[in-house]
């Protein structure tokens, strides 16, 4: 009977994890049950790192040091396989999904494989333990024969503590640093742009770090404690004794600090329902007089039910990642050959995009062929398309019906602005804004010759993108919509405009000597422009670009535009696709497209 309770005690949660992991592979509609099973999750990994310091505690205490020795070094493989997950559920997650059905289930399958194998390591683990330790008359063996070791293992020994600490260390100087970076915006801390874009975004993964390596730490203090690890060193020896010491409760400061640095972590999970209801208020406050007060009511229910996100935010998507969506894809496809351009700046470059179009020709899906311009940003200096587009974005709204363009343009090569950053050679050259402007215009002449090749409704087109591609989007969106630019084909009709964070009216050497209003996209608005809907992390540097594009608007007199604000969120801080931000915001664009397409 006892064996049957530990083998409950041990593989309960492991079971309902996998179970629960399983059943999300079917992707049942549920959000209030997936929202329970990711918190589960959390207190589920809070459970193991637990468990799996009481066991090895106990295992010291009641068990030959042999025996100590193996569980410890099981115990720190099981604790750096869970850091493992954590970096593989964010890099599968992270990098997305591709257009080849064999590279989408081995991505999709390493994060699940790996969380099914953690489990029942761990659950192996407790059920061993709880065996070794409940065992009658089990021999404590801790003769001075067990306690001899040669002078190498000793300094094996002492290697591998260091190591230890050094990591827990190391990890902890950068989760404060992550930790600062959540709270302080980037405007007063320029140093913590780079650390802000990550901070909040992924504050829940660096908050299951932080509780990891606090377990690895007492699995540490145990381990050299109760082997009473000896060294010529002083230092060490002292160290050891202020462990052992009964006055210097060093395990409890250890768990009481790492608990406080690693829970800072989850505050912009804790705030995901005051922003979820925040960016509602917003988005029905710009929308709703378009549709006599009820925005909600002018979707048509089955299309709701049966294509779009139930609910703003899914806890187990953060962790598990969404869908693969469906959609027909073709890559690199030349839009531009500089080497036929009238312009000599543009001779040694060519351009390409990637399209993304709808299943079954966008039959019965709510995008209904519309056009959607997707621009990659990079301070006009470096990026690209795909991959550091947010891919999954293309293949998303592809699934829903729109024919999405995700496309390449001229990037400047003078400036020294993000230099080091990846970005493809073939497109760089000494380019202006107006150059850069004039390549996009180049895509919107090809496309119109090309249109009905994929099947694109110019008659309905978004343009969207983010930071330099957000300047782009509300230079080019509304320079489609005025139809007095030569640049630009005038067969578009511009249904609306998604800009993240954009970088409006950059003072760069390259943008001085271009058309103002190309600069600063605000000088473009008047009574007549289309809606918009605009992503903003309030940690961003950029916010008050974001909040002057919006009262710009509110000078012509048009409400309809929405500018939905994340707290904690840095600069780009929608590039891991299921996160809680991008979450929330993805909820609010795919009905903002519906509604206006």
């Known amino acids: 009977m006892r064996k049957l309770q530990q083998l409950i005690i041990a593989f309960i949660i492991p079971f309902l994890n996998i179970i629960f992991s399983l059943i999300y592979l079917f992707s049942l509609e549920s959000a209030i049950l997936w929202n329970i099973v990711g918190i589960f999750i959390i207190i589920s990994i809070f459970y193991y790192l637990t468990a799996l310091f009481m066991v090895i505690n106990q295992i010291y205490q009641k068990t030959s ?54 489990n029942i390591l761990i659950g192996i683990y407790i059920y061993s333990g709880l065996i070794q330790f409940n065992l009658k008359n089990q021999e404590i063996n801790n003769s001075k024969s067990q306690l001899q070791t040669s002078s190498l293992r000793k300094k094996f020994h002492n290697a591998i503590t260091i190591l230890h600490w050094v990591i827990v260390v190391s990890g902890f100087v950068l989760l404060i640093y992550v930790d600062i970076g959540i709270f302080v915006p980037g405007t007063s801390m320029p140093r913590l742009f780079g650390i802000g874009i990550v901070a909040g975004m992924l504050g829940t993964f660096f908050g299951l770090i932080g509780f990891t390596l606090t377990a690895i730490s007492m699995v540490a203090i145990i381990h050299s404690t109760y082997l009473e690890i000896s060294t010529s060193s002083k230092i060490f020896n002292h160290m050891q004794q202020f462990i052992i010491s009964k006055k210097n409760p060093l395990i409890i400061s250890v768990f009481t600090l790492g608990l406080m640095i690693s829970s800072i972590g989850f505050i912009p999970l804790v705030s995901t329902p005051a922003f979820i209801k925040s960016t509602r208020m917003e988005f029905e406050r710009a929308f709703n007089p378009e549709f006599a007060g009820d925005w909600q009511g002018s979707i048509d229910p089955s299309i709701k039910a049966q294509y779009f996100r139930s609910s703003p935010f899914i806890l187990s998507e953060y962790f598990w990642g969404p869908s693969t969506y469906d959609c027909i894809t073709f890559k690199d496809i030349l839009y531009f050959n500089g080497s036929e351009s009238a312009y000599p700046q543009d001779k040694d470059i060519t351009l390409y995009f990637d399209a993304f179009l709808p299943p079954n020709r966008g039959i019965g899906l709510p995008g209904q062929n519309s056009t959607l311009i997707r621009i990659h940003g990079g301070g006009w200096v470096v990026g690209d398309k795909g991959f550091m587009n947010v891919n999954e974005m293309n293949r998303y709204f592809a699934s829903q019906g729109y024919c999405v363009f995700d496309i390449q ?133 950029l916010l008050p670009k974001a909040i002057q594009f919006q009262h710009t608007y509110f000078d012509y007199g048009r409400d309809d535009c929405g500018l939905l604000i994340f707290p904690f969120a840095g600069h780009a801080s929608d590039m891991y696709f299921p996160g809680y931000y991008n979450q929330v915001f993805l909820y609010y664009m795919e009905r903002f497209l519906y509604l206006f397409h």
Not at 79 to 94: D, E, R, T
Not at 416 to 430: A, Q, T
Not at 432 to 450: A, C, E, Q, V
Request: proline share 5%; glycine share 6%.
């Open 65 to 118: 040091k042999v025996i100590a020795r193996k569980y410890a070094r099981l115990s720190f493989s099981l604790l750096f396989c869970m850091l493992l997950w954590y970096f593989a559920a964010f890099m599968v997650n992270f990098i997305g999904y591709d257009d080849l059905i064999f590279q989408n289930l081995l991505m999709k399958s390493l994060n699940f494989v790996l969380f099914w194998f953690i």
């Open 409 to 541: 343009y001229g990037l400047n090569n003078v400036s020294d602005l993000f230099k080091n950053l990846p970005h493809p050679e073939h497109v760089m050259g000494n380019f202006s804004i107006d150059d850069i402007m004039r390549h996009i215009g180049n895509f919107t002449k090809y496309l119109k010759i090309h249109a009905s090749e994929f099947g694109a409704n110019l008659g309905s087109t978004f343009v969207s993108g983010g930071s330099a591609g957000g300047q782009l989007t509300c230079a080019a969106a509304l320079s489609l919509a005025h139809k007095n630019y030569s640049e630009f084909s005038k067969a578009y009709t511009i249904k609306g405009l998604i800009p993240y964070y954009p970088a409006n009216n950059p003072q760069h050497e390259f943008s001085i000597s271009s058309r103002p209003e190309w600069v600063d996209p605000n000088l473009l608005v008047n009574a007549s422009s289309p809606p918009c809907l605009i992503f903003q992390g309030d940690k961003d540097p």
